[in-house]
């Protein structure tokens, strides 16, 4: 009885391991499609000229800080900040996340930027804090910039 128990200890923990380890990928695969589908809503509402939504994304707290622009915090600063964009012909293409790390109410989220301005294509990447708040996942945090030969072709 007691080789059984002593045999079974390891096999016990090795599952429980195993179920541990398998939930915390469902969480990260869940939270993975969550920001993904929030992406896709900004950016569908950004070149919509849909800046509430735009702003919606945000924790009214939140801050920024664009490429070469200082800081922005508050909201409705970073909203003033997109409508500026979107009102000089700017446009996102895609925004795909590179890598997301993830703990219970906090998700970092780096990747590249792709967008147009007059027709002219630049891109950047980006490193995003997200906060779960209410069930919703919210931008607390970002910063970007753009590609360097991006810069020097202008």
Same mark, same amino acid.
């Not at 600063?77 to 997301?100: A, H, M, P, W």
């Given at each position: ?6 045999? @079974?200890? &390891?096999? !016990?923990?090795?599952? !429980? ?5 398998? +939930? ?9 499609? !969550? ?17 509430? !939504? ?13 490429? &070469? @622009?200082?800081?922005?915090?508050? @909201? ?20 795909? $996340? ?6 219970? @109410? ?9 967008? $147009? ?25 970002? +910063?970007?910039?753009?590609?360097? +030969?991006?810069? +020097?072709?202008?």
């Amino acid at each position: 009885m007691k080789k059984l128990m002593i045999l @079974s200890t &390891p096999v !016990a923990m090795a599952i !429980a391991i195993f179920f541990i380890a398998t +939930s915390q990928g469902f969480a990260q695969n869940k939270v993975e499609k !969550a920001l993904a589908k929030a992406n896709d809503n900004f950016l569908q509402a950004f070149n919509s000229g849909k800046m509430d !939504a735009v702003k919606a994304t945000y924790l009214e707290s939140a801050c920024s800080v664009p490429g &070469p @622009s200082a800081e922005i915090c508050g @909201s409705a600063n970073i909203q003033k900040y997109f409508q500026t964009l979107y009102s000089e012909g700017f446009r996102f293409v895609d925004l795909k $996340s590179n890598s997301i790390s993830v703990t219970d @109410s906090v998700a970092i989220d780096k990747g590249i930027w792709i967008a $147009s301005v007059d027709g002219k294509k630049i891109s950047g990447t980006y490193l995003t804090q997200w906060k779960l708040v209410d069930g919703a996942w919210k931008i607390e945090n970002e +910063s970007s910039n753009v590609s360097q +030969s991006d810069v +020097s072709s202008r």
